[in-house]
C-alpha cells in the first residue's frame, strides 16, 4: 500500500522537529505493528513547506487546510509530521493523518492508530493492548479490525 510521509518544514510553528532518518525509523516501526494484517507499505518521503495563510488555519485548528497543498492527496495515504497540533495525531479524511511531534503514546503507535482510522477503524474500550484503544500504547489488531483494514485497504488501492 502506498503512503507518502511528509516532513513540514520551513513552515513556522508547525515546522516538524523530525528528520527523514527520525521518520523513517519511527515508520519502520508502524510497519511493524501493520503486519499483523499482512499490510505492507511502499513509503515515499516528502518534504513539504507551508505557506503563511496555510500555517495560520493549522494553527487555529483547521487542519483541513493541507488538503488544499499541491502535495495532497491523491494515490496514497499521506501522513503529515508536524509540530503543535492539540493531539497526538487525527484522521483528517480518506487518506490524510497528522501526526504531531511530542505524543503522550509511542509516536510510530499514534501513527499506527491514525492508519487504522484511514483504513476504516474506529476507536475500540475493549482492550488497552489493542491498537484503536485510544490514548494508551496498545498494538495489537483483533481478528475483526484485521479483516476490515484488509478489506479497505484492498478497495482504496
Known amino acids: 500500500m502506498p503512503v507518502v510521509l511528509h516532513r513540514v518544514t520551513d513552515s513556522g510553528t508547525v515546522t516538524t522537529m523530525r528528520s527523514e532518518q527520525g ?9 511493524e505493528i501493520w503486519l ?9 518521503i516528502d518534504e513539504v513547506n507551508f505557506e503563511a495563510e496555510t500555517v495560520e488555519r493549522i494553527e487555529s485548528g483547521d487542519l483541513a487546510a493541507i488538503y488544499e497543498t499541491p502535495e495532497c492527496c491523491e ?10 497540533i492539540a493531539t497526538n495525531g487525527i484522521a483528517v479524511g480518506r487518506n490524510l493523518a497528522v501526526v504531531n511531534d511530542i505524543t503522550t503514546v ?41 479483516e476490515t483494514a484488509r478489506g479497505n485497504a484492498l478497495r482504496i488501492f
Not at 23 to 30: E, G, R
Not at 36 to 44: C, H, K, P, W
Not at 75 to 84: C, M, P, T, V
Open 23 to 31: 521518520v523513517l525509523s519511527l515508520f519502520k516501526n508502524t510497519q
Open 36 to 44: 499483523q494484517a499482512s499490510i505492507a507499505f511502499s513509503v515515499t
Open 75 to 84: 494515490e496514497a495515504l499521506h501522513i503529515y509530521f508536524l509540530n503543535g
Open 106 to 146: 509511542n509516536d510510530f503507535r499514534a501513527t499506527a492508530h491514525e492508519i487504522g482510522h484511514l483504513l476504516g477503524l474506529g476507536h475500540t474500550l475493549e482492550s488497552r493492548e489493542r491498537l484503536m484503544f485510544q490514548g494508551v500504547n496498545g498494538e495489537r489488531l483483533s481478528r475483526f479490525e484485521i
